[in-house]
């Protein structure tokens, strides 16, 4: 059979898709898969892929994502991609939880088994494959967004299912389960403290930066700094002056405002907040057409109403943008309070760099990512939601 | 004479006293905490911490820029544009990851040091300077593309003398958001065993030592605002030669 | 100067132009008109490569343009478009600067050729250090063709170069590639969908649709000796008249040796503007001035009736 120019040359018409495969097959082979330590004051042994028991179950699925490189993309070919390497993702999570259980068996119950750059370089290649599969089948924002999310599915599955329990990481969560609670609580705390205080102040502040336009460089100025300053140093600033307060008004300390804690972490995760939120209420008031809010006083609207019928219905797609930003914000530099003692998965980030613990450090991380991730992309589907209404 | 009534000047001047007082000020934190044993940081010079801050930050910020501007210009070229979505959710999915969690991550992968701080800083300042060369290449009018292909120029003199000097502002302001984050970043690279100005604050919280915090988030916090004001004037220059 | 010998080029499958055939002389005005879609656009960007052709060949200066270097093929070429594409951080000098610096000019050499082009486009040296955005469009337009001629090329192409502006400051720009032409005696290639446009400035006019030439020759030919009922109907068998009647001048209808009083009219006006006066005086009879402002002759209505079959043979 002849084999003809144009076929050989058809992969490269895809080449997003050939270099993620590429690159994908790549980390594969030479990358190890996980890392099994006999126990915790050991270096990790590397294992390849090839090592790792009943390792040919990704052989299929990315033999059809190799295969589809032959074929024009059609709503077909990029299904059955989009299927294959959820697929595969699945099958490198269950093979990984699957290793851990038959390693703990013949191992001892201190033994550990963690994912290795092999796994973690696929799974991220996997991740961009997926989300250039998607952007390629649909337009649609909402539709896209509901793909990128449904992939998770089946790795959620595996998680809840227990099937990965004897991986280290989940090892290190069954025995700090109490501490990963109270930092969820802790961090979700953190999180409300800084949000909801931040709306109450930023609305107000940006309709009247809206109606009183010469205070906005000002005020946006003054901002400006603050978000320029490092979150540990304002963190650390505000230190002193809280824990003198406290000592001159004793009564604070019931409440448990004092030098450290949560009291200071609050205050500057709030003025972090301002920024974003001042300015993306501002925005959104400036982008709604004045004609708009004319013809709603033309029909005989009183002002709050027409704020209400008019403004807020249109600014709201930007200042739920704004939100979106200011909680991704919130939740990374949360991390940091920690280190000012407000708790949170920070702490159990820093103790793990601190006693070199790396289950831990990723025990702290993961949960952060996952929450970032997981707010942007419900306040994504909310605001094309709204959008989609307004259509 | 106008240029002494500039803001900026005097910010550098505070900021360089500051250092050189600092090592002074003993006696004062000890007035304000009489209970610290060692109320004025020693263990390195304060110079010495800047210096370091600065090298991280500056080396980290260099090759980003090196990578980010190049691979915005690469993925907007006829031959790179297949790359383009790929690289902006790129940007988009590592936006959505605190810069904490990259330094934490650099650990398990490389170790603790200087270097995996570096590596971590650079990943994260991708990102801004990424988003800014795409936005401003994005924004080159397209009748100026035409004209600069029409009149005979090379690639390589439409892409420096046009694309890139209309694009400039754009591109710094986003290296400007990707010092100003790194600047924040290496604040805390002490917990991954890389010397900074950080490291006054971090040793201060675990030792309750409010005057070592206080030193060292003052020098921190002016760097970053002296840093950002430079870049202010920088992005207004190229403003105003690109008109 | 530049030859089309069947040249076709098709975007995604869609033919702009097809078996296109066309010699410009050198020296001439050549316009080519035609609606959006008769491939004008992208005829005129294969001279210069901007689009490359599929097959055919195109020639210029007797050269096949695909041996040339396209960089070197396009300094040797004026270029101005629409959108005028003034370079927005270069101040106005340094934009009309832009290809004798590609060139490698001494610095004198360009500020003469400067202080030159400023003074055929009527623009104010003191505009040399402004930046485009704070001119108008006229000014930045003429900025536009100054930057084209700066290095002196051997043929000017422009892209429907007076689209964007104003009425007035597209027919006082009309009248000066006219004059320029006249004064350097260079090949020009002009793009238009106006029809008056084409009219006023062709030596050659050329009418395109559906990527093919309908029918080309001088201006006056097409009006009076239309190929089909689409060039019949491209110009308005409504406007054909009126239009005839802009190609003449004032001067090659006059008749010398009389004279009449009352307000002259200049010798140097279309025959179509002095059917506007005619109608605006209610007289069949107007006295005509040279450029000296000295006494011509008398223009009579009814000769710009007999007018026709002469102008048709002179044009």
């Known amino acids: 059979m002849r084999i003809s120019r144009e076929a050989i040359r058809r992969p490269g018409q895809q080449p997003v898709a050939l270099l993620l495969l590429v690159l994908l097959s790549l980390s594969l082979v030479a990358l190890p898969f996980l890392t099994f330590a006999p126990n915790r004051l050991v270096a990790g042994e590397p294992l390849m892929g090839w090592q790792i028991s009943q390792s040919a179950v990704v052989l299929p699925p990315l033999a059809v994502l190799w295969l589809l490189l032959w074929f024009a993309p059609s709503r077909i070919s990029l299904s059955l991609a989009l299927l294959s390497a959820e697929l595969m993702l699945a099958a490198m999570i269950w093979l990984s939880g699957n290793q851990a259980t038959l390693l703990s068996q013949h191992g001892s119950r201190l033994a550990r088994t963690s994912f290795a750059s092999g796994l ?93 336009p010469r205070w906005q460089s000002a005020v946006f100025g003054v901002l400006n700094v603050i978000q320029t300053v490092p979150s540990v140093a304002l963190f650390g600033l505000l230190i002193a002056p809280l824990a003198g307060l406290a000592l001159r008004f004793p009564w604070l300390g019931d409440w448990g405002i004092s030098g450290i804690g949560m009291a200071p972490a609050l205050i500057a995760l709030v003025l972090y907040a301002l920024l974003p939120l001042v300015r993306s209420v501002v925005v959104g008031l400036q982008q709604v057409p004045q004609e708009v809010r004319e013809s709603a006083r033309g029909v005989g609207m009183s002002g709050w109403q027409q704020f209400m019928a008019v403004d807020v219905p249109l600014a709201l797609p930007v200042w739920l943008a704004g939100l979106r930003v200011v909680v991704v914000q919130t939740l990374g530099m949360a991390v940091v309070a920690a280190l000012i003692g407000a708790g949170g998965f920070g702490a159990i980030i820093f103790q793990g760099l601190l006693s070199s613990a790396l289950d831990l450090v990723l025990l702290g991380v993961i949960p952060v990512i996952a929450l970032a991730v997981t707010v942007d992309a419900l306040f994504r589907l909310l605001i094309s939601l709204l959008e989609k209404k307004d259509d | ?62 090759l980003a820029m090196v990578i980010g501007v190049g691979s915005g210009v690469l993925v907007t070229r006829q031959a790179g544009r297949a790359f383009r979505p790929l690289m902006e959710t790129l940007v988009a999915a590592g936006q ?15 170790g603790f040091g200087a270097w995996p701080a570096v590596v971590a800083l650079l990943l994260y300042g991708l990102l801004p300077i990424l988003q800014g ?65 950080g490291s006054p604050v971090i040793i201060g919280l675990s030792g309750f030592n409010t005057a070592y915090v206080i030193q060292g988030a003052l020098l921190v916090a002016l760097l970053a605002i002296v840093s950002d004001r430079l870049f202010e004037r920088l992005q207004r220059w190229f403003s105003v030669s690109a008109q | 100067m530049i030859e089309f010998k069947g040249v076709s080029r098709a975007f995604n499958g869609k033919a702009a132009v097809s078996d296109l055939s066309l010699t410009v002389a050198e020296g001439e005005f050549c316009v080519l008109l035609g609606t959006s879609g008769s491939g004008k656009s992208t005829t005129l960007k294969m001279i210069n490569r901007l689009v490359e052709f599929d097959s055919g060949e195109i020639r210029f200066a007797g050269e096949s343009i695909r041996q040339l270097d396209a960089r070197d093929l396009r300094r040797r070429m004026g270029y101005a478009i629409q959108s005028i594409g003034l370079f927005p951080h270069w101040t106005v000098q340094k934009n009309i600067a832009t290809v004798p610096a590609l060139l490698g000019w001494s610095k004198q050499q360009v500020t003469q050729r400067i202080a030159a082009l400023l003074a055929l486009l009527n623009l104010d040296p003191q505009l040399l250090n402004r930046y485009p955005h704070q001119l108008s469009g006229g000014q930045q337009q003429r900025v536009g063709v100054a930057r084209a001629l700066a290095a002196d090329p051997e043929v000017l192409l422009m892209d429907e170069p007076f689209g964007a502006l104003d009425p007035v400051t597209r027919g006082a720009l009309q009248q000066e590639m006219l004059r320029i032409h006249r004064l350097s005696g260079r090949t020009i290639v002009l793009v238009t969908h106006d029809i008056d446009e084409a009219l006023t400035l062709a030596d050659r006019l050329v009418l395109m649709d559906n990527g093919e030439i309908v029918q080309q020759g001088k201006p006056a030919e097409l009006l009076t000796q239309p190929k089909n009922d689409f060039v019949r109907d491209f110009f308005g068998r409504s406007e054909m008249g009126v239009r005839l009647l802009a190609l003449g001048q004032v001067g090659d209808a006059v008749r010398r040796g009389e004279w009449l009083t009352g307000e002259p009219i200049a010798a140097g006006l279309t025959l179509r503007e002095a059917l506007s006066q005619f109608i605006t005086r209610r007289t069949d009879k107007l006295p005509v001035i040279d450029e000296q402002q000295q006494p011509l002759g008398v223009l009579y209505f009814n000769d710009l009736l007999t007018l026709r079959e002469e102008t048709a043979c002179a044009g």
């Open chain 2, 96 to 110: 959505t990851i605190p810069p904490v969690a990259v330094l934490a991550i650099a650990v398990p992968v490389m």
């Open chain 2, 133 to 197: 060369t795409l936005a401003g290449i994005d924004s080159v009018p397209a009748s100026s593309r035409e004209i600069a292909e029409g009149v005979g120029m090379s690639a390589w003199q439409r892409l420096w003398q046009i694309e890139l000097a209309l694009a400039a502002p754009v591109i710094i302001a986003g290296i400007r958001t990707s010092v100003i984050i790194n600047i924040g970043t290496a604040a805390i690279a002490s917990t991954v065993g890389a010397k900074s100005l």
């Open chain 2, 1 to 62: 004479m106008r240029w002494l009534t500039d803001p900026l000047l005097w910010l550098v001047l505070l900021y360089g006293a500051l250092l050189t007082l600092m090592p002074y000020s003993g006696p004062l934190f000890h007035h304000w905490f009489p209970e610290l044993a060692r109320p004025l940081y020693q263990q390195e010079t304060f110079w010495q911490l800047t210096l370091a801050h600065l090298f991280l930050v500056i080396t980290a910020s260099l």
């Open chain 1, 120 to 212: 973690w370089c696929s799974g991220a290649l996997l991740l961009l494959l997926i989300t250039d599969t998607v952007r390629q089948l649909t337009r649609h924002r909402l539709a896209q967004l509901l793909l990128n999310l449904q992939v998770w599915l089946l790795p959620l599955l595996l998680l809840f299912s227990g099937q990965l329990n004897d991986l280290s990481l989940l090892k290190e969560y069954a025995n700090r389960q109490a501490v990963f609670d109270a930092a969820l609580v802790r961090h979700l705390t953190l999180l409300a403290g800084t949000v909801l205080p931040a709306l109450l102040i930023a609305l107000p502040l940006g309709i009247l930066l809206f109606r009183q």
